[in-house]
């Protein structure tokens, strides 16, 4: 063989060879290659897989806010419950209002929009300017405008071609029968429809319901993006109230406490018209009167807040308690002394000054200091603190109204021999009006007190009523006493210090009450210049069901006023309609009223019913282009839709009316009449 031959042959092997490796090798890259790209493919899908499943906190958060500025929260405002009185009057109710808004993020011209708008809201130019240089895409401009305002705003709105302003409804708390009638007792709402004050404030979260919204995505310029994702959450309407309260009667009754107020050129007044077999508040009227000003509903409601040393009206309840105890009988013959004396002070009564012979019933039908401290010597501290409690006095009444104040009476061990003697005959302890109206209507019922309440009842959006529960009485007396300080205090109306409280065809049992005004640094001031509060606390005893009342009147300018002369007046004017108001039968053996015939007329008045009382109308809603509110503001007022008066509960009419006795005994230091 050809030796080149041979090793042409032996290169070409090893170059084969050699081509054989390099291939193999280029196939390993290639396979390894491919492993590692599957991987890394594999390694990102399960990472976003994972991402997915479990996104990491930081990308979770991210999400969760890009997903938000694609949604749009919109508030469904719950409507809130209405107030009726207890025969389906509505009190209280909310009407639709318009409410002004802007996107101030679209207004170019702060300062010339502003202009426009400033003489129709009735607002400072620079205010609104600054609200609309605020650059928030939500600002309220005027809220709760009347339908004129708003017609006029949209009016500029169309002309300027304005697609930044824009109008939301919303809801304004509104009292048909007017701002003031019972003022007090229903209280005020704020802007936002929230109770600030009186039964308004007391059952929020009754008359307020809950609120629902709308949930949907939003595109560019806040826009629904058609097919997104849209929840809504529907609004649960507020649930209403049925009060004890009779509008007509309410109504009369201010009116009659405003003109007395007047004509006494008083400070202000209260009166509590109640059924005392129930405990049902029927009639709860406080005025107020300002210097030069006239009498006004008191926003206050001082019936049950503010407090007075009752004086002679707590008599009833020291004999009571002597009655109760066995100590005495109504015709129980007894020897008062003239003057009664102690190492600190001498007791005696004004206008007398020789001992003689009483009985319980002619004490307190010439309403006599000593003849009471006698008695209640007798009776002792322990008891006669013992039946102040039972009575309720220095307790809180079961209303719970927002700023009811307990009044005051001293504990036991604080009572010393002068205190002891006073608040036999009501001074040196304070009590409310309510307090001391709750106290007569034990007497009243037989012995037994009753929890007041001023509501009936609930009604829900279905229109069915639902009664409150209703507690217990508690027992005060015996039936048997009880029916002998009604014969007491019948005699006071009859033939003593009350005569004034007498109502036509109707017996009354009452005592009056004047006493003077404790001054700030203590004492009562100087004959001529003291200030006085005169009362009368009475009821119909032969009634049924029961109609009780108590008249406070503050502050009367002539320093002759009494509660004989000043407050029993005033039961008997309230009392006489309130029979009728009630449809009460006449008593068959009641005597005639002697001493005020002209001011009492035995002819039947006409009944002012609650049909025939003012009634404001609600206002129209205005009519212009509305938008929703968003969520983002967080003062939406309450929606308001219409709401079905509740089936009135069966009318109590209350019964018994009280005549208030003038006491006209007074001690050296006190008065107590």
Same mark, same amino acid.
Request: glycine residues 8%.
């Given at each position: ?333 007894? *020897? ?42 007798? *009776? ?294």
């Amino acid at each position: 063989m050809n030796p080149r031959h041979h090793a042409s042959l032996k290169d070409r092997r090893a170059a084969a060879r050699t081509r054989r490796a390099h291939s193999g090798r280029a196939r390993g890259r290639f396979a390894a290659l491919w492993v590692l790209t599957f991987v890394g493919f594999a390694a990102l899908i399960f990472r976003a897989a994972s991402l997915q499943i479990a996104p990491s906190p930081k990308l979770q958060e991210a999400n969760e806010e890009a997903r938000a500025q694609r949604l749009a929260e919109v508030k469904i405002p719950a409507e809130r419950g209405s107030i009726f009185d207890r025969n389906g009057v509505e009190l209280a109710m909310s009407v639709p209002a318009t409410t002004i808004i802007a996107d101030a993020r679209a207004v170019a011209d702060p300062a010339g929009v502003a202009n426009l708008l400033a003489p129709i809201l009735q607002k400072d130019p620079a205010v609104l300017s600054g609200q609309l240089s605020s650059g928030k895409w939500f600002v309220y401009l005027a809220r709760q405008v009347d339908a004129a305002t708003a017609a006029q705003v949209e009016a500029l709105r169309v002309a300027q071609k304005w697609d930044f302003i824009s109008t939301v409804d919303e809801a304004r708390r509104f009292n048909p029968s007017g701002n003031e009638l019972a003022l007090s007792l229903l209280g005020r709402t704020d802007i936002d429809g929230n109770g600030v004050s009186g039964l308004e404030k007391q059952y929020q979260d009754t008359l307020d319901g809950t609120d629902g919204e709308v949930v949907s995505e939003r595109g560019t310029r806040n826009r629904t993006i058609p097919g997104g994702q849209q929840q809504v959450f529907a609004a649960t309407p507020g649930t209403s109230l049925v009060l004890s309260i009779d509008r007509g009667l309410q109504y009369e009754t201010e009116k009659i406490l405003k003109r007395v107020v007047d004509e006494q050129q008083a400070k202000g007044a209260s009166v509590v018209v109640m059924n005392y077999r129930t405990g049902e508040i029927l009639a709860n009227a406080n005025v107020v009167r300002d210097d030069g000003a006239p009498a006004r509903e008191s926003a206050d409601n001082r019936a049950v807040t503010s407090t007075f040393e009752p004086g002679s009206i707590n008599k009833t309840l020291t004999f009571s308690g002597v009655l109760n105890d066995g100590l005495a009988t109504p015709d129980q013959e007894r *020897l008062i002394s003239a003057r009664i004396g102690s190492y600190e002070m001498d007791f005696t009564d004004e206008g007398r000054s020789a001992d003689q012979v009483m009985t319980p019933t002619e004490i307190l039908r010439v309403s006599s200091n000593n003849g009471t401290v006698t008695w209640a010597q007798d *009776l002792g501290k322990e008891r006669l603190w013992s039946y102040f409690d039972k009575f309720g006095l220095g307790k809180k009444t079961s209303l719970q109204f927002p700023g009811e104040s307990a009044g005051t009476l001293l504990s036991l061990n604080k009572w010393d021999d002068v205190s002891f003697r006073t608040m036999s005959y009501g001074l040196g302890l304070s009590v409310t009006p309510m307090q001391m109206l709750s106290a007569y209507n034990a007497i009243a019922n037989n012995g037994v007190r009753v929890p007041e309440r001023y509501v009936l009842g609930t009604q829900g959006a279905g229109g069915v009523f639902v009664p409150a529960p209703v507690a217990a009485g508690t027992r005060v007396v015996s039936d048997s006493s009880a029916a002998g300080m009604t014969q007491m205090l019948s005699t006071v109306v009859a033939d003593g210090t009350g005569k004034k409280a007498q109502v036509a065809g109707y017996t009354v049992a009452g005592k009056t009450g004047t006493a003077w005004k404790a001054l700030e640094g203590g004492g009562y001031g100087y004959p001529g210049a003291r200030k006085l509060v005169v009362s009368f606390v009475g009821y119909l005893p032969n009634a049924d069901p029961g109609l009780s009342m108590i008249v406070v009147i503050d502050e009367p300018a002539n320093q002759n006023a009494s509660g004989g002369s000043t407050a029993a007046p005033v039961f008997s004017e309230i009392a006489s309609f309130a029979v009728r108001q009630l449809r009460l039968p006449p008593d068959a053996d009641a005597a005639t009223p002697t001493s005020n015939k002209e001011r009492v007329r035995s002819q039947p008045q006409k009944v002012e019913s609650a049909a025939a009382l003012p009634v404001l109308g609600p206002p129209a809603p205005a009519s212009t282009t509305t938008t929703t509110a968003p969520k983002a503001t967080t003062t939406t007022a309450k929606a308001t839709t219409t709401t079905t008066a509740p089936k009135a509960p069966t009318t109590i009419a209350p019964t018994s009316t009280v005549k208030a006795t003038t006491t006209t005994v007074r001690s050296t230091t006190t008065v107590a009449p």
